[in-house]
């Protein structure tokens, strides 16, 4: 809607909370309504797993690469699934290109926990060989446009990645890791489909999905990540305070838009295809 | 990294047929495809498709110069910022700009500048960031070739658009548009680019060993492929347009004309 | 009572009967009858001088024997004399920094907001005597960092950041509605020729409108449904400017949608 390359105005600012207050939202969405979502996996020929999933406007196009390493000393047959995020100067004038920053580490963590505590992915699955070799897989994602809620449109890039991998199988050899000539799906590897809902709060107003606007007017976020039936993550961000019942609500609804979005994405659909 | 599949490459870069690996012939380019205003946040926007490459470009300028120390009271300034994701190669490549995404970075920017109209604009930026997210060989000349399209699409006034591909040897033979595998596996490499203009080569680099006979060649068959991809650019310019104007034609003529 | 449509500064290019609905891009060769033809805007003489071309992507215009081509998009230059939509993004005590949507941002100094000016204006030494003139609200010279204020743009030229000024009819600060961008070289077809798609826009929508050169519109409408239904007139606009006919088919399209979201 408007021009959010600078700061935001008053009058949009007043404009936004006002309408809020009475359930209007400046896209015509209800208050607990997602945009649409958008995705397609395994277009990136160089990677083992990718999905490119777009909430609304805003863009992530995230891609799965492997390696072979040794496990951490107190897990020596698990592997590892480490997620990274860059906010892209091609994505808003408002990222500033240089390392990653609070944002992106934000976004990047979120989603890491959102995956780890819902054991997503079956680690002791990526164990080659105990204490030696295990994988280690690198979830990067990039986001290309942004209008607002990376870290819904992140959990979904993010997931849709792993469903879709298809790394090649390994064997411990005295040569070396040999390839079996299989693969490791995201079938065999992901267990369970964790989602994550980003809730915004102005004033006493709490909707979500925030859009570009919303987001940089809002005085706090909430995210939460669930599985089909408990809540294994959340991130309150921004100065905004919420009341117990505020928070047990948003558990409760979480679970509940969770279970929607699941059914609707039916993200197995995605899985790779390997003849 | 540790690679399970190995990068190897193969003996021969033709098949028994005589065509090249992928099924083409020696001047045949590779399926492309160009769009642009694909990021709505950019002043100017494109992306392509070039055989298996996936490369987005977004523009902002003219704007102000940040950090400010760098602004040129005379003229503007064109940063062009070329990256690649970790996942866009076989071997994941580390988040952090390389030496060789900075090389390419200033290669670019060199072959585009003289296009532009630098010396209208004092104290004044303009940046081109480049995402590559899929690699498969020539990503510096897809990356220059629809560089110069959100440039155009940004509204820069611009004395005609840039066009790039590689040719090269491969097998002892000269082609033309060298996939991931031709570049890596093949005798020499050949990237160039050609500012419409004045018909002249405004990015050249060359690795590998040819005769003068050969590169002659090379030079020839690379202007003629230039020449088609550059029709592809300008069609993807217009057809944005176009298609709109095609399409308010169709709801108007369906709902019984204008009155 | 704070409506008005922007005067209209300039003729709708458009809409002009000497601008073809031909597509030019860079590079290309618009004539190479040098003689009889001269570069205008948009264009260029070859080094060799035997051929026009244009410089942008674009619509080939003619107008007396200047061949000229009206760009699709581009930002915002400021010229004396534009209405703008300014948003304060800073201030001193000795000028107001604002966002105008051009290259360069662009300063409001106090002497230029209207109650100073009032100050000034008299009728010579006899000034002072007399009532006050009252203030109006929206025109007091204390603007807040995020104030969106219509403005005038004083001056502007490449080697000095624009200057701009509150004082005239129409101008100071907004107090609601909300602010909307499109490209600005789309900004004459949504006033239209003669201000009739501004006028339709304003009578089917029931909304006040405000249209600046730079690329920005105010509006405020009796309640969001309208306003949601103006702003996806406007990015129709937008999208649509460079084909023929679009009064009628935007009317059209309001007209439709009215029906669809069950507005009145």
């Known amino acids: 809607m408007m021009d959010v390359k600078r700061v935001i105005?008053?009058?949009?600012?007043?404009?936004?909370?006002?309408?809020?207050?009475?359930?209007?939202?400046?896209?015509?969405?209800?208050?607990?309504?997602?945009?649409?979502?958008?995705?397609?996996?395994?277009?990136?020929?160089?990677?083992?797993?990718?999905?490119?999933?777009?909430?609304?406007?805003?863009?992530?196009?995230?891609?799965?690469?492997?390696?072979?390493?040794?496990?951490?000393?107190?897990?020596?047959?698990?592997?590892?699934?480490?997620?990274?995020?860059?906010?892209?100067?091609?994505?808003?004038?408002?990222?500033?290109?240089?390392?990653?920053?609070?944002?992106?580490?934000?976004?990047?963590?979120?989603?890491?926990?959102?995956?780890?505590?819902?054991?997503?992915?079956?680690?002791?699955?990526?164990?080659?060989?105990?204490?030696?070799?295990?994988?280690?897989?690198?979830?990067?994602?990039?986001?290309?446009?942004?209008?607002?809620?990376?870290?819904?449109?992140?959990?979904?890039?993010?997931?849709?990645?792993?469903?879709?991998?298809?790394?090649?199988?390994?064997?411990?050899?005295?040569?070396?890791?040999?390839?079996?000539?299989?693969?490791?799906?995201?079938?065999?590897?992901?267990?369970?489909?964790?989602?994550?809902?980003?809730?915004?709060?102005?004033?006493?107003?709490?909707?979500?999905?925030?859009?570009?606007?919303?987001?940089?007017?809002?005085?706090?976020?909430?995210?939460?990540?669930?599985?089909?039936?408990?809540?294994?993550?959340?991130?309150?961000?921004?100065?905004?305070?919420?009341?117990?019942?505020?928070?047990?609500?948003?558990?409760?609804?979480?679970?509940?838009?969770?279970?929607?979005?699941?059914?609707?994405?039916?993200?197995?659909?995605?899985?790779?295809?390997?003849? | 990294m540790v690679l399970i599949i190995k990068d190897e490459y193969p003996e021969k870069l033709f098949r028994e047929d005589g065509k090249r690996l992928d099924g083409r012939d020696k001047t045949e380019l590779r399926p492309l495809k160009m769009e642009v205003g694909v990021l709505k946040n950019a002043d100017g926007s494109a992306y392509i498709e070039w055989g298996n490459n996936k490369i987005f470009v977004a523009v902002f300028g003219p704007r102000e110069v940040h950090p400010h120390h760098l602004a040129k009271p005379d003229r503007g300034i064109l940063r062009v910022f070329y990256r690649m994701a970790t996942y866009s190669v076989f071997d994941r490549k580390r988040p952090a700009p390389g030496r060789r995404e900075k090389e390419i970075s200033m290669i670019i920017a060199d072959c585009i500048e003289p296009v532009l109209f630098l010396e209208l604009y004092p104290s004044t930026s303009f940046e081109v960031f480049i995402e590559v997210i899929d690699a498969d060989g020539g990503t510096r000349c897809a990356s220059t070739t629809i560089a110069s399209l959100a440039?155009?699409?940004?509204?820069?006034?611009?004395?005609?658009?840039?066009?790039?591909?590689?040719?090269?040897?491969?097998?002892?033979?000269?082609?033309?548009?060298?996939?991931?595998?031709?570049?890596?596996?093949?005798?020499?490499?050949?990237?160039?680019?050609?500012?419409?203009?004045?018909?002249?080569?405004?990015?050249?680099?060359?690795?590998?060993a040819m005769d003068t006979e050969e590169f002659d060649k090379c030079l020839t068959l690379g202007k003629e492929a230039a020449e088609k991809i550059h029709q592809i650019q300008l069609d993807t310019l217009r057809s944005k347009y176009i298609s709109i104007q095609e399409s308010v034609k169709e709801s108007s003529s369906e709902s019984g004309g204008e009155q | 009572m704070e409506e008005d449509e922007g005067e209209i500064q300039e003729e709708d290019e458009f809409e002009n009967e000497e601008t073809s609905r031909e597509l030019v891009v860079p590079g290309e060769v618009l004539t190479e009858d040098v003689k009889n033809f001269l570069p205008g805007r948009g264009t260029i003489l070859n080094d060799k001088r035997d051929k026009i071309i244009s410089l942008h992507i674009g619509l080939k215009q003619i107008n007396k024997n200047y061949i000229n081509v009206i760009p699709l998009r581009g930002i915002y230059t400021p010229q004396p004399g534009d209405k703008v939509i300014a948003i304060v993004v800073d201030k001193n005590p000795v000028k107001y920094r604002c966002d105008i949507n051009a290259k360069d941002s662009a300063q409001l100094k106090p002497r230029n907001t209207e109650s100073r000016v009032r100050g000034r204006i008299g009728r010579g030494r006899d000034y002072q005597r007399g009532p006050r003139p009252q203030r109006d609200e929206s025109k007091t010279d204390r603007f807040e960092i995020g104030d969106i204020l219509i403005v005038k743009v004083l001056s502007a030229d490449r080697l000095n950041k624009p200057e701009l000024t509150t004082v005239g009819k129409y101008l100071g600060k907004k107090n609601g509605g909300i602010v909307i961008s499109i490209d600005p070289p789309k900004i004459p077809r949504v006033i239209g020729r003669s201000g009739s798609m501004i006028k339709m826009l304003k009578s089917l929508t029931n909304c006040n409108i405000f249209v600046t050169q730079n690329g920005r519109i105010w509006l405020r409408g009796d309640n969001i449904a309208y306003e949601r239904l103006l702003i996806d007139a406007i990015y129709k606009i937008e999208r649509e400017a460079h084909t023929s006919g679009l009064t009628d088919r935007i009317q059209a399209f309001v007209e439709n949608e009215k029906t669809k979201r069950g507005i009145k």
Request: net charge negative; charged share 25%; aromatic share 8%.
């Open chain 1, 9 to 275: 105005s008053t009058i949009e600012r007043k404009y936004i909370t006002n309408n809020l207050k009475k359930e209007e939202r400046i896209d015509g969405r209800g208050l607990w309504e997602y945009r649409d979502f958008k995705i397609d996996a395994d277009m990136i020929a160089s990677a083992e797993g990718s999905a490119d999933v777009t909430l609304g406007e805003t863009r992530i196009i995230t891609g799965l690469k492997y390696d072979v390493g040794t496990p951490f000393p107190d897990l020596p047959d698990a592997g590892v699934c480490t997620v990274m995020a860059e906010l892209l100067p091609l994505a808003s004038p408002l990222f500033e290109r240089g390392p990653p920053d609070n944002q992106s580490i934000e976004l990047a963590r979120v989603v890491d926990r959102g995956i780890r505590h819902a054991d997503c992915v079956q680690t002791k699955l990526l164990c080659i060989k105990e204490k030696e070799a295990v994988y280690i897989l690198f979830v990067d994602m990039y986001v290309i446009n942004y209008d607002g809620n990376l870290i819904d449109c992140g959990g979904v890039s993010a997931l849709t990645t792993l469903i879709s991998a298809h790394i090649p199988e390994g064997k411990y050899t005295e040569n070396g890791i040999e390839w079996t000539g299989n693969y490791l799906t995201g079938e065999k590897i992901v267990n369970e489909l964790p989602f994550v809902m980003t809730y915004g709060k102005i004033d006493d107003v709490i909707f979500l999905d925030p859009s570009l606007p919303e987001e940089l007017v809002c005085d706090g976020k909430m995210s939460i990540s669930v599985t089909e039936d408990k809540i294994t993550s959340i991130q309150k961000s921004g100065a905004a305070t919420f009341s117990l019942d505020e928070i047990r609500m948003l558990g409760q609804k979480s679970i509940e838009i969770g279970k929607e979005l699941r059914n609707k994405l039916n993200l197995w659909q995605y899985k790779a295809k390997i003849d």
């Open chain 2, 151 to 208: 440039l155009a699409d940004a509204g820069i006034p611009m004395k005609s658009l840039v066009t790039s591909l590689a040719v090269g040897k491969i097998d002892g033979e000269i082609v033309v548009d060298l996939s991931g595998i031709e570049d890596k596996a093949g005798d020499a490499d050949l990237p160039l680019a050609i500012t419409w203009f004045n018909d002249e080569i405004s990015l050249l680099q060359f690795d590998g």
